[in-house]
């Protein structure tokens, strides 16, 4: 089935299912419209910029407001106009321009677009699925505003109210000029809270494509919507684009994001990533393509995803969203996460998959829950140490001298600190999700390497690992904590097994292997900090922690693990300095 053949089907059925005497009973102009009543009048001379203003002719309320219902195929939508009068000329009722020298604006209102819904945390072995109700924010009106020019004239009739041909998008600043900056939504602004919490808005050339009537199909009416396109076109002949404009806490630099009531597919901090990523606050911007964008009276059903490359040394550390919703619920969402783990220095991401599942709970009904999965991926399996002037002791300090990990990817991992307290790294516990130890099934993830030492032999190992984001990696003061946990976790949390094999501990200087060799069953590693080191751009990420007492390197941070010598170091000049 396609897409326009299941949104008939879906329109139908809904549109049967809600309608009912008391909405038939209203007429459209004199209804008190609660939508409109909501948008806060009193404060508009606060929320509407400068120049709005004067082009209104300095009144910051709508000059006429009311709302718009059609119960056949479900439109039930807010129209406020600015500068316009109603008229009757040839017992037709028009909308026109109280002054015609001035645009009229017209904004319309749609009911609640997406739920801000509660997920379900999935802990391999121990999850619990709650009964019924789930928990759940309806985010607040959007809107889609309006130019016309002053002499327009507006059909008073609903198929007049919704052709929208002849006039042009009124987008926030920082979507239609690269000079533009982020700013909370004003009411002469497109802005489609989409989803909870997060404001977006279509670039210069999107446009809205509809029909003004209804649409019947073998005795089916049509849930009436409106999707996005570009010019005359939809997808996936076009690909038409957003921004995100705003969201709570933005900038992260000013303050903190305000926490949620529950676990949602987004976090604050996600939000406001993609806020900087797609307004080119942050390096390594780009906007979000849409696949589909459609706004109905029963909420968005959306399917857009964005790709980014953050810069270094930015409070950013989002690299892909994909987001999937259906009629204002989500059924997928994927967040990327940069970061690394920890000993070792190889860049790896979280992956946070918001996925809908039908469990069965307690009760023995069967529950389509929003289910959150989050496993790591190893984005850097290689890296070498040797020759790095960066490296504790100018890499003696370090018997590995160069590491492949062979766990790319993980399980479903624990992050309910609450299930599962042994993911907490020292003091880091339930307030931060930027550290935290590897774990799934409440147990370290054994992460299996090859480790190559000092004379060439490669040594298969196992042990466990903490990630820890971008973002986190920067602050030396949290690293040092990490450091300092690490060195006083469980010692079988950081010592792994080499099986008996030979492992050289240190270069031999005038003598011949395997001087420095000795078999080895296991060993604990101690971290240890360097410097930061100068790199190209163009350089992967690859490492994690700066010295305390120097200042950040522009692309990478440097952390290090360090096995205990062995005792049998020939080397005069290793054993001083290892």
């Known amino acids: 089935m396609d897409r326009r053949s299941a949104i008939k089907l879906i329109g139908g059925a809904a549109a049967g299912a809600v309608m009912s005497p008391r909405m038939l009973a209203r007429s459209a102009p004199s209804s008190k419209y609660p939508l409109v009543s909501m948008r806060s009048y009193h404060s508009y001379g606060q929320s509407l910029p400068e120049a709005l203003r004067a082009a209104l002719g300095g009144t910051a309320k709508p000059s006429l407001v009311f709302q718009a219902i059609r119960t056949t195929d ?14 009757v000329t040839a017992g037709q009722t028009e909308i026109i321009a109280e002054d015609p020298k001035l645009p009229m604006h017209m904004v319309v209102l749609f009911p609640s677009q997406h739920l801000g819904e509660e997920c379900v945390a999935y802990t391999p072995g121990s999850v619990t699925w709650p009964t019924k109700p789930m928990r759940g924010a309806l985010a607040g009106f959007s809107w889609l505003a309006f130019e ?49 919490q997060l404001w977006l808005t279509p670039l210069e ?41 705003w969201a709570p806490g933005y900038p992260a630099a000013f303050a903190p994001a305000p926490t949620d009531p529950w676990l949602m597919s987004l976090t604050p901090g996600d939000r406001v990533d993609i806020v900087a990523l797609t307004t080119g606050t942050s390096p390594g911007d ?32 989002t690299a892909s969203w994909w987001h999937r919703a259906s009629i204002g619920r989500d059924s997928y969402v994927r967040v990327v996460n940069i970061g690394y783990l920890f000993p070792w220095g190889n860049r790896a991401s979280r992956i946070t998959i918001s ?50 990990v062979k766990t790319v990817t993980t399980p479903p991992i624990d992050f309910d600190n609450s299930v599962d307290p042994g993911i907490s790294v020292g003091s880091f516990t339930a307030e931060t999700d930027d550290v935290l130890w590897v774990r799934s099934g409440l147990e370290d993830v054994p992460f299996s390497f090859v480790g190559t ?44 097994s080499f099986g008996g094999s030979l492992f050289a501990f240190a270069e031999t200087v005038a003598a011949p292997p395997p001087s420095t060799s000795t078999p080895t069953a296991s060993r604990p590693l101690s971290p240890t900090t360097a410097g930061p080191m100068s790199i190209r ?13 120097r200042s950040l390197a522009p692309d990478r941070h440097r952390f290090r693990a360090r096995a205990c010598r062995s005792p049998r170091t020939t080397s005069t000049r290793d054993s001083r300095q290892v």
Request: hydrophobic share 40%; charged share 20%.
């Open 205 to 245: 050339h999107g446009t809205w494509h509809h029909s003004t009537r209804p649409v019947v199909f073998k005795q089916i009416t049509e849930l009436w919507h409106t999707r996005l396109g570009v010019g005359a076109f939809e997808p996936p002949v076009v690909s038409p684009r957003l921004k995100a404009f």
């Open 537 to 549: 751009r163009s350089t992967p990420l690859r490492s994690i922690c700066p010295g305390q007492s």
């Open 148 to 196: 016309l020019a002053g002499t327009a004239k507006v059909p008073y009739t609903i198929a007049g109210l919704l052709d929208w041909s002849g006039t042009e998008p009124a987008l926030v600043p920082v979507a239609t000029s690269s000079s533009g900056a982020p700013a909370p939504p004003d009411p002469l602004h497109t802005a489609l809270e989409i989803p909870w």
């Open 286 to 317: 780009a906007t979000i393509d849409v696949d589909l964008l459609l706004l109905s009276t029963l909420g968005a059903s959306v399917n857009i995803q964005g790709s980014w490359v953050p810069g270094p040394n930015t409070p950013v550390d």
């Open 355 to 404: 996925d809908r599942e039908i469990q069965v709970n307690s009760n023995g009904e069967a529950v389509a829950y929003l289910v959150q999965k989050q496993y790591i991926a190893v984005k850097e399996p290689q890296i070498t140490y040797a020759g790095d002037l960066d490296e504790p002791y100018d890499g003696r300090g370090n018997p590995i001298r160069s590491l492949l």
């Open 74 to 87: 479900m439109v039930y939508l807010g129209f406020e106009f600015y500068n316009a009068k109603a008229v």
């Open 453 to 496: 030492d000092a004379e060439g032999r490669k040594v298969d190992f196992s042990t466990g690992v903490i990630w820890v984001s971008s973002t986190f990696a920067q602050d030396p003061g949290n690293l040092q904590k990490v450091v300092d946990a690490y060195a006083a976790a469980d010692p079988s949390r950081r010592s792994p």
